[in-house]
Nanobody, 115 residues
Framework: QVQLVESGGGLVQPGGSLRLSCAASGTIFSFNTMGWSRQAPGKERELVATMTNDGSTNYLDSVKGRFAISRDNAKNTVYLQMNSLKPEDTAVYYC?????????WGKGTLVTVSS
């Protein structure tokens, strides 16, 4: 059974940084794509960043240049480095993964950007 466990969320001031981690059960290389989505209060979930096995990345326009996704295959962990955070980045962030056409996601970690 696939498990994705997020950590690293919290309260940060505008302009600050956080790094989210997603620990996956089993080897993450078995996933075609891994990434992060988020859901802000009262809004629909949106895909923030993805990375494929060949290292290709994609980002939501509003986070380009501020967020960076990376992976450590040896640790079966995917990261999301978030810099220059804005209040509008406040959301629950979910780790997502796709393998053989099936999607998986974690329970989420809350990021609050506020002064």
């Amino acid at each position: 059974q696939v498990q994705l466990v997020e950590s690293g969320g919290g309260l940060v001031q505008p302009g600050g940084s956080l790094r989210l981690s997603c620990a996956a059960s089993g080897t993450i290389f078995s996933f075609n794509t891994m990434g992060w989505s988020r859901q802000a209060p009262g809004k629909e979930r949106e895909l923030v960043a993805t990375m494929t096995n060949d290292g290709s990345t994609n980002y939501l326009d509003s986070v380009k240049g501020r967020f960076a996704i990376s992976r450590d295959n040896a640790k079966n962990t995917v990261y999301l480095q978030m810099n220059s955070l804005k209040p509008e980045d406040t959301a629950v962030y979910y780790c997502v993964a796709k393998r053989a056409g099936t999607g998986y996601w974690g329970k989420g970690t809350l990021v609050t950007v506020s002064s």
